[in-house]
């Protein structure tokens, strides 16, 4: 009786209680700081330094994206077995330990092993972040929250890139390994957010209880696996959202990771500039990230997320008549329309997993999904560009997509699709749809919010 007194206090002024509030907080410090990455806008010239030949640079590149698909698997199952949060920590260790490789071997096995726990850590936190913080907010009742807090939060880190990674290069210049000292450093501070994070009822530990009664943690991973991909199975609507992000995810992570020197530098646009252009773009999707309620409630957020696709693939196309003003802009706007897309995307995701389903592992199958077309994408990435073929790059993956999102339309109109969907937590999708307007109703100096998962 004593919380119902309690909880009304709690939540005057804002809508949060004090829990929500920390928790939110707390995700915000973590993700901001197991995210900022110095190392990410010099790891090419520093490889080069080190002696490391293109081909074994872009080599640990391609066993990057297959390490982070195959521990996807494993991490998914182990966060829905110890708990979301313990998860959290066990990812913000590893990451520490990973940036400090290249610091104790700077040569092609330091850096390979370097991105090898980069993966490790990284899969560790990608659906466990998503999943603790929904399942936080959902346990205090305060869940229509949870789309600001997702996107501020992913705010936040961009906007922390934009300060710190001008201060590379002078850095560098006092210390040569700073980028990843400094790195290490952040992922220590992301530790720090995790262990104080408060446990969340019926989420931390639940595994050691199905141990228990179950007979096994091989029996109970086994069973965690088994339940994920019966629900992705028997969900047509769920498994529909997660193809649909995929063209978000690899189209924004091919455009600003893999293609965004080559655009550049075929439009003459002098590498010294490039550290302004990535900086315009970062704030372009910060401002998107941290405020998908501009998105109006006359579409749903199915459509949004659709639309803003399309809008990525025509501004690459785009790319391909343009000059060098109108590129910088058109990479602005991809990198906006990235940064409204992803938090709705991930909220549209989350609300479709049934109640008792296992959250963690279902998001790990999400990020599978995206990273093993991610890297397919790497590989025609690196053939196109090598024959000197950018602008059918482009065009091309433009085409690609709006034929995937044009198919995912018309699957979408058909009645199982319908019926799956209804039948996918019916209390959440008025949520969904109504997400936009909840998040205009907040309070100016309330607590806001995505996330990419990195």
């Known amino acids: 009786m004593s919380p119902r007194i309690r909880r009304p206090a709690a939540r005057a002024g804002g809508g949060l209680t004090d829990t929500a509030r920390r928790i939110i907080r707390l995700n915000y410090g973590f993700q901001l700081l197991f995210n900022l990455l110095w190392w990410m806008p010099v790891f090419y010239a520093y490889q080069k330094t080190a002696g490391l030949t293109d081909a074994e640079i872009f080599g640990i590149q391609s066993i990057y994206?297959?390490?982070?698909?195959?521990f996807e698997i494993p991490t998914g199952l182990i966060a829905d077995r110890i708990g979301t949060r313990n998860c959290l920590r066990a990812g913000a260790v590893v990451m520490t330990a990973a940036n400090l490789a290249p610091v104790l071997s700077a040569s092609y096995t330091g850096f390979l092993v370097h991105f090898l726990a980069i993966a490790a850590g990284r899969s560790l936190t990608s659906g466990a972040a998503s999943?603790?913080?929904?399942?936080g907010l959902r346990a205090e009742k305060c869940d229509e929250h949870y789309l600001k807090a997702e996107g501020t939060a992913r705010a936040l880190g961009l906007g922390a890139k934009v300060v710190c990674w001008p201060l590379v290069g002078?850095?560098?210049a006092l210390a040569h390994a700073a980028p990843y000292l400094l790195s290490a450093v952040s992922a220590a501070g992301s530790l720090a957010c995790a262990v104080a994070l408060p446990r969340l009822a019926g989420a931390d530990g639940g595994g050691k209880a199905a141990d228990r009664s179950g007979g096994g943690r091989r029996g109970a991973f086994l069973r965690d696996a088994g339940a994920a991909l019966r629900c992705v199975a028997s969900s047509r609507w769920l498994a529909?959202?997660?193809v649909q992000g995929v063209a978000v995810f690899t189209l924004s992570r091919i455009c600003q990771v893999n293609l965004f020197q080559p655009i550049l530098l075929d439009h003459g646009i002098a590498e010294a500039s490039h550290g302004g252009v990535l900086a315009a773009m970062t704030v372009?999707?910060?401002?998107g990230s941290a405020r998908p309620q501009w998105l109006s409630r006359r579409l749903t957020p199915v459509a949004w997320v659709s639309l803003l696709s399309l809008v990525l693939a025509g501004t690459l196309a785009g790319m391909t008549v343009g000059g060098p003003w109108s590129v910088v802009?058109?990479?602005?706007?991809?990198a906006a329309a990235t940064g409204f897309a992803y938090p709705v995307q991930r909220k549209l995701v989350n609300d479709a997993v049934p109640a008792?389903?296992?959250?963690?592992?279902?998001?790990s199958v999400e990020s599978i999904v995206d990273r093993a077309v991610c890297a397919l994408a790497a590989v025609a990435?690196?053939?196109y560009v090598s024959a000197g073929h950018l602008d059918a790059l482009l065009l091309h993956s433009a085409l690609a997509t709006a034929i995937l999102l044009g198919g995912f339309q018309l699957v979408l109109h058909t009645r199982p699709v319908k019926r799956s969907q209804e039948a996918a937590a019916p209390d959440s999708l008025p949520a969904a749809r109504e997400a936009p307007d909840e998040a205009v109703r907040a309070a100016p100096g309330a607590e806001p919010g995505r996330g990419r998962r990195g």
Do not use: I, Q, S
């Not at 372009?284 to 401002?287: L, P």
């Not at 802009?329 to 991809?334: T, Y």
């Open 381 to 383: 990435v690196g053939a």
């Open 356 to 363: 008792n389903a296992p959250r963690a592992t279902l998001l």
């Open 284 to 287: 372009a999707e910060a401002v």
């Open 131 to 135: 999943a603790y913080l929904y399942d």
């Open 170 to 172: 002078p850095l560098m």
């Open 329 to 334: 802009v058109l990479l602005c706007l991809f």
């Open 240 to 242: 529909l959202l997660m």
């Open 65 to 70: 994206y297959v390490a982070f698909c195959l």
